[in-house]
């Protein structure tokens, strides 16, 4: 684990340049995709996995990865500092701006976030034993990200989408 904290401090600057890049490289391949451009989305998701690649990386090094029960700890305070802090202030000031697309995103991204934090806390209890959680199909929408388990709604709670706008984990 990388201890000089100027050192740390490029290493976290890159983590989340090279995440930030991972996710855009997605975006923009889902895009292509769309519009039939399939070589170029099949180059920008493999560009995609090499800036996932220099991400994990980093964070390797950086001493993220703990036991399983730590890793579940970590996913659930994250999603509870969403849900507690971070997106009922990006929506307030969205909404104070008003700018309704983002008021729209952030209350997308709470709505989910809030079954996310259910879903670590659930699993953490289920693993405490060193066991796997259940078997089970997850759902998300592509929409708002509203996810489920083994069971896809007709129309998504959050945002109305039909359940063919739900993708299969």
């Known amino acids: 684990m990388v201890k000089r904290e100027m050192t740390r401090q490029f290493l976290e600057d ?7 890049a991972h996710m855009k490289y997605l975006i923009f391949a889902e895009e292509a995709e769309r519009k039939g451009l399939k070589n170029l ?3 920008w998701k493999a560009i995609a996995y090499a800036e996932f ?6 964070f390797k090094a950086l001493g993220y990865i703990g036991s399983t029960d ?9 999603e509870h500092f969403e849900i507690e802090e971070m997106y009922p202030v990006y929506n307030n000031s ?7 697309e983002a008021v729209r995103t952030t209350h997308f991204a709470l709505e ?5 934090e259910k879903m670590y806390k ?3 209890e289920k693993t405490k034993d060193g066991n796997d959680i259940e078997d089970s199909k997850f759902y998300i929408c ?3 990200g509203y996810t489920t388990e083994d069971e896809v709604p007709e129309k998504c709670p959050v945002c109305g989408a039909s359940k063919e706008m739900f993708k299969e984990f």
């Open 142 to 144: 592509n929409v708002c």
């Open 41 to 43: 989305a099949r180059m």
């Open 112 to 116: 989910a976030e809030k079954i996310h």
């Open 94 to 100: 969205a909404e104070f701006q008003t700018e309704p």
């Open 53 to 58: 690649t220099h991400a994990r990386n980093h």
């Open 14 to 20: 890159a983590f989340c340049g090279e995440s930030k």
């Open 70 to 78: 730590e890793n579940l700890q970590s996913s659930y305070d994250g």
């Open 122 to 124: 659930d699993a953490q």
